[in-house]
C-alpha cells in the first residue's frame, strides 16, 4: 500500500455534467500528479501541483482544473463532460523538490464512466 | 522533446523461464528512467528506477534494468518468471519532474 487514496472508486456520469475527483496524499508529500489512462493505453499526464500552485500540465483543455490543499488532498475538476473522459483517473504524490528522479506514489484510481 | 517506446505490446513466457520487456526512450536531457507494474484492480507499484548512478538498477521482486545511453534503452529483465509475475508494465521517462511520460504499456503473460 502506497498510502495513497482516492474517491470516489467508480462514477458514472453523463455529457456535459461536471465531475470532482478527490486524492488523499502521503503525509509529508508536497508534489500531486494526476493522470488519465484511456483503456488500453498508459496514463497520460493532466497536471502536477506543488505546495498548492499548479507548475506543469499536459495537453488537457483548461476544462480540466484542480486544487491542492494544505492538508495533503487535492480535487481534479472536470467540466462539460465528453465521451471521451471515460477513463481511469490517477494522482500520484512525491515528496517534491527532487527534481526529474522524484519517485511518484500512486493511488488505485477513479474509474470515471460518461454516457 | 520526450518520448518513450515499449517495443512489445504482449509478452508470453512459461514459468520459471527469463522476461525481457523492451523500452527505448528519447530525451534532450538526462533523464531519470523507471518501470512500474499495474496489477488487476490495483494501483501502480514501482518497480525500479534510474537516476543517473549505477546503469544496472536492481527492483523490486527479482526484477532488474540496465540503462544503455548508446542504445536509448532501458530494458527489463528477470531470471525467472513466476505466475505472480502477470500484469501491465510501464516503462517511464521523466525530466524536470512534471514531464512525465508513460510508454503505452506491455502486457506479461506468464504460462503454467
Redesign the interface.
Known amino acids: 500500500e502506497t498510502g495513497v487514496t482516492q474517491s470516489p472508486t467508480h462514477l458514472i456520469k453523463t455529457r456535459g455534467q461536471q465531475v470532482t475527483l478527490r486524492c488523499s496524499s502521503q503525509s509529508g508529500h508536497n508534489t500531486v500528479s494526476w493522470y488519465q489512462q484511456a483503456l488500453g493505453q498508459g496514463p497520460q499526464f493532466i497536471f502536477q501541483y506543488y505546495r498548492e500552485e499548479e507548475n506543469g500540465r499536459g495537453n488537457f483543455p483548461p476544462r480540466f482544473s484542480g486544487l491542492q490543499f494544505p492538508n495533503y488532498s487535492s480535487e481534479l475538476n472536470v467540466n462539460a463532460l465528453e465521451l471521451d473522459d471515460s477513463a481511469l483517473y490517477l494522482c500520484a504524490s512525491s515528496l517534491g523538490g527532487q527534481g526529474n528522479s522524484d519517485t511518484q506514489y500512486f493511488g488505485p484510481g477513479t474509474r470515471l464512466t460518461v454516457l | 522533446a520526450q518520448s518513450v517506446t515499449q517495443l512489445d505490446s504482449h509478452v508470453s513466457v512459461s514459468e520459471g523461464t527469463p522476461v525481457l520487456l523492451r523500452c527505448n526512450y528519447s530525451s534532450s ?1 538526462s ?2 528512467l ?1 518501470w ?1 507494474v499495474q496489477h488487476p ?6 518497480l525500479l ?1 534510474y ?1 543517473s548512478a549505477a546503469t544496472l538498477v536492481k527492483g523490486i521482486n527479482g526484477f532488474e534494468a540496465e540503462f544503455k545511453k548508446s542504445e536509448t534503452s532501458f530494458h527489463l529483465t528477470k531470471p525467472s518468471a513466476h505466475m505472480s509475475d502477470a500484469a501491465e508494465y ?1 516503462c517511464v521517462v ?12 506491455t502486457r506479461l503473460f506468464v504460462k503454467a
Do not use: E
Open positions: 536531457y533523464p531519470s523507471f512500474y484492480n490495483k494501483g501502480l507499484q514501482l528506477k537516476t510501464f521523466s525530466v524536470g519532474g512534471f514531464k512525465t511520460i508513460f510508454g503505452a504499456g
